[in-house]
């Protein structure tokens, strides 16, 4: 059983970058399909991005596509979310997620997850 923890949260500015991590423990890291969602006050939570386990295959939602972009590294077991030309709309918590199949963009797909990061951006 893969256990998660994400990281690199914190305040960014309308038009800055941040990058997060999601570092997993306790299970074969490359054989999880990784994805990141985000929940703002209020709203349900929703998909960001996914990569396959291999890095072959990546999705990303509509709201983010050339903006972010998703990888990871087998190696060192952990997934990375790189956010740039971040907007006040990207505001959220963010969660990492493993699933031992392949990219699912619901959060019921995912079976383990991450305790998330808080990520405010400001106008």
């Known amino acids: 059983q893969v256990q998660l923890r994400d990281s690199g949260g914190g305040l960014g500015q309308a038009g800055g970058s941040l990058r997060l991590s999601c570092a997993a423990s306790?299970?074969?890291?490359?054989?999880?399909?990784m994805a990141w969602f985000r929940q703002a006050p209020g709203k349900e939570r929703e998909f960001v991005a996914a990569?396959?386990?291999?890095?072959?295959?990546?999705s990303l939602a509509d709201s983010v596509k050339g903006r972010f972009t998703i990888s990871r590294d087998n190696a060192k077991n952990t997934v990375y979310l790189q956010m740039n030309s971040l907007k006040p709309e990207d505001t959220a918590v963010y969660y990492c997620?493993?699933?031992?199949?392949?990219?699912?963009?619901?959060?019921?797909?995912?079976?383990?997850w991450g305790q998330g990061t808080q990520v405010t951006v400001s106008s």
């Open positions: 306790g299970g074969t890291f490359s054989t999880y399909t």
């Open positions: 997620a493993a699933r031992g199949q392949g990219i699912g963009i619901y959060p019921y797909h995912y079976n383990y």
């Open positions: 990569i396959s386990r291999s890095s072959y295959d990546t």
